[in-house]
């Protein structure tokens, strides 16, 4: 092959490989402008969801109950003079309850804020516990700086707002009166309500008992903080989803709702029996979450299968390349950049149709979709049916192996390591006889025996 001849073949496809890298390397611009759209898109339901659920107070968190008992204490001060003088300060004796046991039946409904949807509950909780006597001894505080009159108990919530009415809390039918003082610096928990504990429980061992109005959605979260934790939550909720530092011991999940419950030990816990708040600072515990939400997220779906746009925008390129070599038909790269968009505008269609259908009708739609328009495209530019099959038979595969590797979330790296592999297999196999220097735009001995293979 003369020098002339080897140019003249090089001008007209040694230069359309670069051509085809550079549109895939451009498109990474919209497909990027796609990844903020996503973006925007999960701010966007993130503000809907807090505007129905700020109301209501969030995603309701039961922190638990403890005792604050108050002691006095002399304590050394320095002034600007370097001299010694001490204040009196008021420090708080902390213990936790013995046994707590919550049983709660909660019925979950819709609430729409314009496409979004957020389940939201109103329940009570029938709570119930019991508190040992102070034990002091081994603290060291003296008797005579101990205030017990007093005394405080406390009900943790994480916002006040899920609280749907204030609460009655009963000691052997007495109802305690909520204090007139918050001492926030004796609470462990996040918001309190305080109430007065009268001097004769705070010496004896007593039990309690309320119900409490809880509103909210999302997710409900209890923290274990007795010794001794019995949770029995009801619904008729069939998808939930138990997380946090424990799962149930106990579950039964039907088509008509769930039973759970749970038993945990204090020594799981981070809460000591009795602890002091002027040398003590507990780290926030873990918790018991009950997931409400529906579990498939179509914005973090959308955003994982863009992840392979590079990928499927080469195959079609590829594929557009081999049929151009086997027609000898040259396709204009402004063609190449249709299909290219074309593939671009999948995932556009996935993340808007998603938000009103569920991801997998989403996706099957797009994808027949963007595979039809392949074939009537392909077969056009191709002059030929049987090529706008291979191009859009080629587009549809891809996307069942998309699809397939975004529902097995656990082995996607395994399937997709194994589908490049495929791709490349078969890209040698098809190209294995071509000889690239060849002209491939006139009739061949070698070019005849490559199509009757195909």
Not at 321 to 347: M, N, R
């Amino acid at each position: 092959m003369n020098t002339e001849k080897k140019k003249l073949i090089q001008n007209k496809i040694g230069s359309k490989p670069f051509i085809i890298v550079l549109m895939i390397l451009l498109f990474l611009i919209p497909i990027n402008l796609i990844k903020s759209i996503i973006t925007d898109r999960k701010y966007y339901q993130e503000d809907a969801i807090e505007s129905i659920l700020k109301p209501k107070g969030g995603e309701p968190n039961l922190e638990g109950f403890a005792i604050a008992l108050p002691y006095t204490k002399n304590v050394e001060q320095i002034d600007k003079n370097n001299k010694v003088y001490f204040v009196e300060k008021t420090f708080y004796i902390i213990a936790s309850p013995e046994n707590l046991n919550i049983k709660s039946d909660i019925n979950p409904e819709y609430l729409n804020r314009g496409i979004f949807s957020v389940p939201v509950f109103s329940t009570s909780f029938e709570i119930k516990g019991s508190f040992n006597a102070m034990e002091i001894s081994h603290t060291e505080i003296p008797i005579n700086s101990i205030q017990w009159k007093k005394a405080i108990l406390l009900l943790g919530i994480k916002d006040k707002k899920s609280i749907s009415e204030t609460p009655e809390l009963y000691i052997n039918d007495e109802v305690l009166n909520i204090s007139l003082t918050e001492p926030q610096e004796c609470s462990p928990f996040s918001n309190t309500i305080f109430f007065d504990l009268p001097e004769k429980y705070i010496k004896n061992n007593f039990t309690f008992n309320t119900e409490l109005k809880i509103q909210g959605g999302n997710k409900l979260r209890i923290t274990p903080i007795a010794r001794n934790t019995n949770i029995e939550i009801n619904s008729n909720w069939t998808s939930p989803s138990f997380k946090g530092g424990w799962l149930p011991t106990e579950r039964e999940l039907t088509d008509k709702g769930f039973n759970a419950k749970w038993s945990i030990a204090g020594l799981s816990t981070i809460y000591p029996k009795i602890w002091i708040t002027e040398n003590t600072v507990l780290k926030i515990p873990e918790q018991i979450i009950i997931d409400f939400k529906t579990s498939v997220d179509n914005y973090k779906k959308t955003e994982r299968s863009i992840k392979y746009a590079i990928l499927f925008l080469i195959i079609p390129f590829i594929t557009i390349f081999i049929s151009e070599i086997f027609t000898q038909i040259k396709i204009h790269p402004i063609q190449y950049c249709l299909i290219g968009l074309a593939d671009v505008i999948f995932y556009l269609l996935l993340l808007s149709i998603s938000e009103h259908l569920s991801f997998s009708l989403t996706y099957w739609i797009a994808s027949i979709a963007v595979s039809l328009l392949m074939l009537f495209y392909s077969s056009t530019i191709f002059k030929k049916f049987k090529w706008g099959i291979i191009m859009s038979c080629t587009q549809f595969i891809s996307y069942i192996f998309l699809f397939g590797t975004l529902q097995a979330e656990d082995y996607a790296l395994l399937i997709g390591s194994l589908g490049l592999f495929f791709v490349l297999c078969a890209l040698m196999i098809l190209t294995r006889k071509i000889d690239w220097y060849s002209d491939f735009y006139k009739n061949s001995e070698i070019e005849k025996k490559i199509k009757n293979k195909i």
